[in-house]
C-alpha cells in the first residue's frame, strides 16, 4: 500500500522514468543544496593548485537551509518573511534613508568638533548605526550642543522604528484565536 503510494507521488513528480526522473531529481533544489554541501570536500583529492577552491568550503552552510524541513518554528518564520517582504524592504529603505540622513547631519554638526572621530560621512554611519539600533558602543559620541540634541533626536528615531513596521503594515491587528471559547480564561468566565 505504502509502495503504491510513492510509486503514484513520484509519478506525479515525474521521477518514474529510469533517466530522466533521476536527472530532475538531482536537478531540484534540496539535491543542488546538498551537492554544494559536499562538493568542498572532495576538492582536495585534485592535484591541481586549485587554492583558491577552499573557498567553497564555506558553501558546506547551505546545509542550514535543509533544517527548515523538519522544524516548523523556521516553516513559520519563512513563511512570515515571505509574506510581509513588502513591508519588511519599506522598513529597511527608510531605515537606509535615516541611517544615511543622520549620519551626514551629525558629520556637519561634530567634524569640527571631532575630525578625527567624525572624518567623513561613511564613517560616521557607524555611529549612526549603533546609535539607531541602541547599542552605543561609545567610541563615538557627540561633543557640542547640536550634536548631542541630534544624537539624542536620531536615537528615538532608531527606537521608534522597530515597531513601526508593525504599525503600518495594511491591516494590522493583534493575533485572533480560531476558537476564543476553548481558552482557559474564558471556560472560567462562563463558569462565573
Not at 19 to 28: E, I, P
Not at 44 to 70: E, G, M, Q, T, V
Amino acid at each position: 500500500m505504502i509502495i503504491k503510494h510513492l510509486r503514484r507521488q513520484l509519478r506525479k513528480l515525474g521521477y518514474s522514468r529510469p533517466v530522466l526522473g533521476r536527472l530532475r531529481a538531482a536537478a531540484s533544489p534540496m539535491m543542488l543544496i546538498d551537492l554544494l554541501a559536499i562538493l568542498p570536500f572532495y576538492l582536495p583529492f585534485i592535484d591541481a593548485d586549485l587554492r583558491f577552491l577552499r573557498s567553497l568550503r564555506l558553501l558546506r552552510i547551505f546545509r542550514l537551509a535543509k533544517i527548515a524541513r523538519y522544524s516548523n518554528a523556521l516553516q513559520t518564520l519563512g513563511r512570515v518573511l515571505g509574506n510581509h517582504k513588502v513591508e519588511l524592504a519599506a522598513t529597511g529603505f527608510v531605515m537606509l534613508i535615516l541611517l544615511i540622513l543622520s549620519s551626514t547631519l551629525m558629520y556637519y554638526a561634530e567634524n569640527d568638533a571631532q575630525p578625527q572621530a567624525f572624518s567623513s560621512v561613511p564613517a560616521s554611519m557607524w555611529w549612526a548605526v549603533a546609535t539607531m539600533t541602541t547599542v552605543g558602543y561609545g567610541d563615538m559620541c557627540p561633543v557640542t550642543p547640536l550634536g548631542k540634541v541630534l544624537g539624542s533626536f536620531i536615537a528615538i528615531l532608531g527606537i521608534g522604528c522597530s515597531p513601526s513596521q508593525q504599525a503600518f503594515s495594511p491591516g494590522a491587528s493583534p493575533p485572533k484565536c480560531a476558537n476564543a471559547a476553548s481558552l482557559p480564561s474564558a471556560r472560567i468566565a462562563a463558569k462565573n
